[in-house]
């Protein structure tokens, strides 16, 4: 079985994450069969700089977290604590945010297909969103 490849992906917000509007899109995208949810881990940075860390089983109850549940396929503890520390960093005081690392399965069947064709990827790289932007108005 081939492989997709993975993307790590950090999405923050003010306040705390909502997750009732953000899972269920996630949960389309693995119902389609587009990516598998991974790993799924949370850091919030309150207004004084302190850190929190936590995983979906730490926030049982809250809803907001609780429909991450659902769409998490194969938690396999690959976000570690010093990622989530590191992130942390990067966080913009008052703010939380989702850690969401996924397989690209659309991909795995893509780079299947050229295996079976006697082919090979040579190269992959994403351009993140913003660049294209950038590029398209300019």
Not at 47 to 76: C, P
Not at 86 to 112: K, S, Y
């Amino acid at each position: 079985m081939s492989r997709g490849p993975l993307d790590l992906v950090v999405v923050e917000f003010p306040g705390d994450l909502p997750g009732g509007q953000l899972a269920p899109k996630i949960a389309r995208l693995v119902e389609q069969g587009t990516i598998r949810m991974i790993d799924v881990a949370f850091v919030r940075k309150d207004a004084d700089g302190s850190v929190e860390t936590f995983e979906l089983t730490e926030r049982e109850g809250n809803a907001e977290y609780e429909a991450f549940d659902s769409i998490v396929q194969a938690v396999d503890g690959l976000i570690a604590d010093d990622d989530l520390l590191a992130i942390a960093e990067e966080l913009t005081p008052g703010t939380t945010a989702g850690v969401l690392l996924w397989e690209n399965l659309w991909a795995a069947d893509l780079r299947q297909s050229v295996l079976d064709a006697g082919g090979r990827v040579v190269l992959a790289e994403r351009i993140p969103a913003p660049v294209v932007e950038a590029v398209e108005a300019a």
